[in-house]
Nanobody, 123 residues
Framework: QVQLEESGGGLVQPGGSLRLSCVVS????????MGWYRQAPGNERDLVAI?????????NYADSVKGRFTISTDNAKNTVYLQMNSLKPEDTAVYYC???????????????WGQGTQVTVSS
């Protein structure tokens, strides 16, 4: 089984920083990409950032977090991070880790989600 374990969420004041981590474990052949999504109360789940697993792989960020958030990976540890700086109240949401896996003997992909971690930005 594939499991995603998130950590790093919490309560922070506006302008503060947090770093989220997501460790992927289990039956993994190859990771295609990893990303972070968030969902605020009453809103849809939206993409925050994604990163490809290839060397020098591209990244993509939501316009609302560009220049403030940075996604990175430690491929040897199957871990993805989200460094969040200059946090704003509108960043308050449940943040979900997502991984897309490539199966060993097929072209099929597997998508797995973390349980989510709460980030609250408030004074």
């Amino acid at each position: 089984q594939v499991q995603l374990e998130e950590s790093g969420g919490g309560l922070v004041q506006p302008g503060g920083s947090l770093r989220l981590s997501c460790v992927v474990s289990g039956n993994i052949f190859s990771i295609y990409n990893m990303g972070w999504y968030r969902q605020a109360p009453g809103n849809e789940r939206d993409l925050v950032a994604i990163i490809a697993s290839s060397t020098g792989g591209g990244t993509n960020y939501a316009d609302s977090v560009k220049g403030r958030f940075t996604i990175s990976t430690d491929n040897a540890k199957n871990t993805v991070y989200l460094q969040m700086n200059s946090l704003k109240p509108e960043d308050t949401a449940v943040y979900y880790c997502k991984v897309t896996l490539r199966q060993r003997r097929s072209n099929l992909m597997e998508i797995h989600w973390g349980q989510g971690t709460q980030v609250t930005v408030s004074s």
